[in-house]
């Protein structure tokens, strides 16, 4: 098993052996990759030309991994955010340190998910207003019988 995982940087695809290598790795660093992607735009940045490499776990966490034109890994971007890697001449290793640093931030990410607010279609309907409504409208009903049942009390037991 060789340390680097070269990318075909000119003919990068989802369909690489390169990239299944990467997904195996990080199967068994303990991430399943649900989705690669590979962006095809080349991009500059610092005088580097890169390509954008996306890959979606099932936790819904997301590693951008940046190569550049020499196949090797440039940059890695979790959850959109730079993350440094120790182990820059060894991708085996770097996708293991990536992994781990998935596993330790997962509760955090998982909280941030669960804040965000997503706004329904207005093409979507809820049954929310209506069953206020009735429910409102059955509470006032048992309240007025509640009522009722008091006030046949208080003549019971007054005659």
């Known amino acids: 098993m060789s340390k680097n995982i070269l990318f075909p940087f000119t003919a990068m695809s989802s369909n690489d052996p390169a990239m299944k290598e990467v997904a195996r790795h990080f199967k068994k660093a303990g991430a399943n990759v649900v ?4 962006n095809p735009a080349i991009r500059r940045t610092s005088g580097i030309a890169y390509r954008e490499i996306h890959l979606s776990f099932t936790d819904s966490q997301i590693v951008t991994l940046r190569i550049k034109e020499t196949g090797d890994i440039y940059q890695v971007l ?4 730079v993350v440094p890697i ?6 085996s290793a770097a996708i293991k340190e990536v ?3 998935m596993e330790r931030g997962r509760a955090a990410f998982q909280r941030k998910l669960a804040k965000v607010r997503v706004a329904l279609p207005s093409s979507v309907k809820t049954a929310a207003p209506k069953m206020e409504a009735l429910l409102v409208q059955r509470r006032d009903s048992l309240a007025a019988e ?4 008091d006030s046949e009390l208080e003549a019971l037991a007054a005659g």
């Open 99 to 101: 992994a781990k640093l």
């Open 86 to 91: 120790r182990d820059q001449d060894d991708h």
């Open 78 to 81: 979790l959850n959109k955010k």
């Open 146 to 149: 509640i009522a009722a049942i």
């Open 35 to 38: 989705q690669a992607e590979v």
